[in-house]
């Protein structure tokens, strides 16, 4: 007796510890294409709940790839794909997941109302409709038809149908592409707010700023693969590493015109790298006082000066750059 | 284990009203999207009416094949040119679209059962069918005075509705091949030799003896034989030699569009 109890016990503390700590899972995967392209190699990734995970990389990484593969609508060459535990596939999964895909269109001649609606009609309890319509700033374009609305308002009905079915977790690939500063801005809250409600948010990105002020939990793949992961600050400061500087907290960039030779700058305490791209020279230093002090005496002329803090960029640039 | 027989037939019964529910809002929707597209309602309804008009009404008064009146026999011909381009472009040209544009991805990413999405789509392509078939029967009877029973044009409507699953499955056959671009193309480069070697435009005993013989292998062929069957005329062929031949089509594209399917899917 007791070992039936224990059996039947096992399974469901596995699903129940599954569900709350991996919403989505990316284990050990392999995807080639059937034209030889390798777009992900032995990559592993993991959503908890309620977080919002950013994945970082540059064209051709592998970010939309790991977008279907999550979606259901490809399949591994190897590796497994679980969301909530289960196969993407199945219904009972989709009805839990909404998505935007990038480059994503809908037929011109029906209404932004009319798809919103028909979107909430896949779901058993779907979002309210006012709601959607507040979250995704549709108010104004309900009777519109999709083929009369602008490039940055089709991305919003996309974001509208990707919440209609109010799911736990969304895919958003590229959500902000074309979308003006107030447009972004705004679904930026949106998406904070989804997290705050105990949704979980995969969203790729190419607009760092959006990774930096959004995310959890930056990963940063390239050529299929996992760089990097870890918090914006954490991301931020291993690429620093990798730039070649140190990882001094007071690493600074700085850029400005001057006509001393790279040999003359290079040998200026704290420089760690200097390139002259027009006439304009950017140097990094790890001691940016005393390299100001000692660049300004050596360069009378010198102009344009300007002294920056490493953005995600950098990093983002020096992590993700080809050896 | 008594509570899963209970909920079990529930949660089926759930499952069906669900789905028939979202059948019917995408069929809907896909029949008021297309209705609007003008681009395809007025080319798909207008083409068979103007050219029943001129070659079925206008030109052949009074005349007679066998034992129906050249307009009455044309109409069979058109009705059948109709239903054939509504399916074509509907299917087609819409699948085509949906996929290069992505949106196909975005709904099968939903939970939409696929079913649904093709069930609306054919569906769509019947009541297309059905306008124009009633239209050009409006016309004949209004114009040349061709007598229609009720039996005969429930007969029409009934070949209608069947009609359209083969070229539905041609229609999907060229949107998982042909890139969307070079799909209105294609479907004219199909769709009209088909029509005219098929005997739609002029009848088929008109057409040189070695398009009489090509015109066996062709699903237009045996579908306006059928068409003239049901105003009764009597067709070279029989009657089940005809079904014979749509069945082998559809079956043929079934095969076709599976195998593409299967194919893109390697390659998602």
């Given amino acids: ?323 | 284990m008594s509570t899963a027989t209970i909920t079990l037939p529930a949660a089926h019964s759930n499952t069906l009203t669900r789905n028939l529910r979202i059948f019917l809002t995408e069929a809907r929707y896909e029949f008021t999207r297309l209705l609007r597209t003008s681009g395809f309602s007025l080319s798909v309804i207008g083409f068979p009416v103007v050219f029943y008009l001129f070659f079925g009404l206008i030109m052949p008064r009074g005349e007679h094949i066998g034992s129906v009146t050249v307009s009455k026999y044309m109409l069979a011909g058109y009705a059948v040119f109709g239903m054939v381009g509504a399916a074509l472009f509907g299917i087609g040209g819409g699948v085509a679209s949906e996929l290069s544009t992505g949106w196909l991805e975005l709904k099968s990413a939903s939970p939409m059962p696929p079913l649904a999405y093709l069930l609306a789509k054919c569906c769509t392509a019947m009541a297309f069918g059905v306008i124009i078939v009633s239209l050009l029967s409006v016309l004949g009877i209004t114009i040349a005075h061709v007598s229609i029973t009720f039996p005969e044009f429930a007969r029409m409507i009934a070949l209608t509705l069947v009609g359209t699953v083969p070229f539905a499955c041609m229609g999907m056959v060229i949107a998982l091949l042909v890139p969307f671009n070079a799909a209105p193309g294609t479907i004219n480069m199909i769709y009209l030799p088909m029509s005219f070697c098929g005997g739609l435009w002029i009848p088929i005993m008109m057409l040189p003896h070695i398009l009489q013989k090509f015109a066996l292998l062709l699903p237009t062929y045996h579908l306006s034989q059928l068409m003239l069957g049901a105003f009764g005329y009597a067709s070279a062929g029989s009657t089940s030699s005809h079904w014979l031949g749509l069945l082998g089509f559809t079956l043929i594209m079934l095969g076709i569009a599976s195998i593409a399917f299967r194919r893109l899917e390697q390659n998602s």
Wanted: glycine content about 8%; proline content about 5%; hydrophobic content about 40%.
């Fill in chain 1, 1 to 323: 007796m007791s070992a039936v109890l224990e059996r039947t016990e096992a399974p469901a503390s596995a699903i129940t510890s599954e569900s709350t700590e991996a919403v989505a899972s990316l284990t050990h995967i392999t995807k080639r294409y059937a034209n030889g392209v390798l777009a992900l190699d032995n990559l592993s990734l993991t959503l908890q709940g309620g977080e919002i995970v950013s994945l970082l990389g540059p064209n051709g990484a592998g970010k939309s790839t790991a977008v279907k593969l999550m979606m259901g609508l490809s399949s591994p060459t190897s590796g497994s794909v679980r969301i909530f535990g289960a196969d993407p596939r199945h219904t009972i999964t989709r009805l839990r997941t909404g998505v935007m895909l990038q480059a994503g269109k809908a037929p011109e001649m029906l209404r932004v109302c009319e798809y919103v609606n028909i979107f909430r009609g896949y779901y058993p309890q779907p979002m309210p409709y006012a709601d959607i319509v507040r979250a995704a700033s549709l108010e104004g374009i309900e009777s519109r038809f999709f083929g009369q609305i602008s490039g940055g308002q089709k991305q919003r009905v996309l974001f509208a149908l990707a919440l209609a079915g109010d799911p736990d977790l969304l895919f958003l690939d590229e959500p902000t592409v074309g979308l003006d500063i107030e447009a972004r801005r705004g679904m930026w809250a949106q998406i904070r707010s989804l997290a705050t409600r105990g949704k979980t948010v995969l969203l790729t990105t190419h607009y760092l700023e959006e990774a930096d002020a959004l995310a959890d939990r930056i990963v940063v793949i390239n050529k299929g693969c996992v760089v990097c992961e870890g918090t914006p600050a954490e991301v931020k400061s291993l690429g620093s590493a990798l730039s070649g500087a140190s990882t001094s907290r007071s690493l600074k960039i700085i850029r400005c015109s001057t006509s001393l030779p790279a040999t003359t700058l290079l040998a200026i305490p704290g420089v760690t790298t200097a390139d002259r791209s027009g006439i304009l020279t950017t140097l990094t230093s790890t001691e940016p006082e005393r390299t100001l002090r000692e660049l300004l005496a050596l360069d009378q002329t010198l102009h344009s000066l300007e002294v920056q803090s490493p953005a995600l960029e950098d990093a983002f640039l020096a992590l993700t750059a080809n050896p």
